[in-house]
DNA sequence: TGCAAATGCTACACACAAGTCTCAGTTATG
DNA sequence: CATAACTGAGACTTGTGTGTAGCATTTGCA
């Protein structure tokens, strides 16, 4: 499940190593989609050439990155319950989530997709998720949009623009945490976006569990 | 007013050079922002040594594309009379005219802005008129966001996903031409998620006039 | 028509990031 | 503790994009 899933596992700091480079490659990334490796490095407190020696190519790295991301995703998609919870509750749940793991920035999503393809470096089991969320979404009549392509391009949207806010944004209004009024903004755009019918209705399950 | 504005004025073709290298450089950018002055070059139908002639670096070139964006944005700005007509009937029509200018790629602006500062490339001329456009929605009761930075933010992202989406999906409808299915999906989606209490009003000046 | 300007083409210099290798020193782990 | 694994540091090659220069040719313009 880790980055290369060798023949042999590595030793305890090696482990280390890697999962150092890997958030370190995630913050400078998010910062400069082209930033070099030895940046990533620096950042890291390793030399450039133990990233090397953990991942054999730029590309590899690139491609564990998002990985993580994925993986990230498939939790909060699986925390949300969005098979079974009542969908707007799943939808708001999920959203607290993508903000407490970080997952804001698109131009790390972007990185692996080659130019050429431009496919989504989501993996199916996320985008299957996703689609399952807004489909009961529109069943449950919470939403009128019809295209669950449209659905979570908007809402991967609004997720990143909300992430980007800066914290003084009157938008974000006095809550408490910052993710939590990050969270509930996307929660109401997206739900307005789509075309709920109705006001955005509170969440009828756990809010912070 | 042009690229370089030099001291003295280019020949005709000279000038007619820059434009198809502007041209080119915009679609092969949009595609993949990483492109070779060269397949710029091959794409415009010049010698890569033209393009350093009429930019004497790439981030002249760079520089230039997004004023020519700027410029765009202004034009649709003053065409869509963002200070005087109804807010909503110039929402309208500002969208269709971006539509129209193919100033869908927000990857093209993000060229410009370094890494380190994240400043937005948009002029402030543009961002000025688009403050204008949310302020006047906002006292007309159209929408309820009080942010004027999360206002256009949010509409940049809508119309980049808008421009996105595939020609076939639902969401476009079965509206004859495709820019204005477009428009008019972004014109809906804005309005919703910036809070507009009524559904979305038509506009009530020119469409497509 | 004649001249200056613009272009295509080739060759070259330069910078820089990616990737490889070696070796001495450090650290985990059986 | 003894061995094997990991690391840092440095040198090195390679590939590639950028930018410059020269020269023959074409093209706009007065």
């Known amino acids: 499940m880790s980055a290369d899933a060798g023949p042999r596992r590595l030793r305890a700091d090696a482990e280390r190593s890697t999962a150092r480079i890997l958030a370190a490659a995630e913050e400078v990334l998010a910062a400069d989609p082209a930033a070099t490796l030895e940046r990533i490095a620096d950042a890291a407190g390793v030399a450039r050439a133990t990233v090397h020696r953990r991942f054999s190519s730029r590309k590899a790295l690139l491609e564990a990155l998002t990985g993580v991301l994925n993986e990230r995703y498939l939790c909060g998609l699986d925390q949300a319950r969005v098979a079974t919870a009542p969908p707007v509750a799943a939808l708001y749940r999920l959203t607290e989530l993508l903000f407490e793991l970080k997952v804001g920035s698109r131009a790390i999503m972007e990185l ?18 996703l689609e399952l969320l807004f489909r009961r979404l529109h069943e449950a009549g919470e939403i009128t949009a019809t295209d669950t392509a449209w659905c ?58």
Chains 1, 2 share one sequence.
């Open 152 to 209: 979570f391009a908007l809402y991967l949207a609004v997720v990143h623009e909300a992430a980007q806010l800066p914290a003084n944004s009157p938008m974000l209004g006095t809550e408490a945490g910052d993710v939590g009024a990050r969270a509930d903004l996307t929660y109401r755009t997206v739900l307005a976006a789509l075309g709920g019918g109705r006001p955005p209705a509170e969440p009828r399950a756990g809010r912070t569990a």
């Open 112 to 129: 692996t997709a080659d130019p050429a393809t431009q496919m989504t470096p989501l993996s199916p089991e996320v985008t299957a998720g």
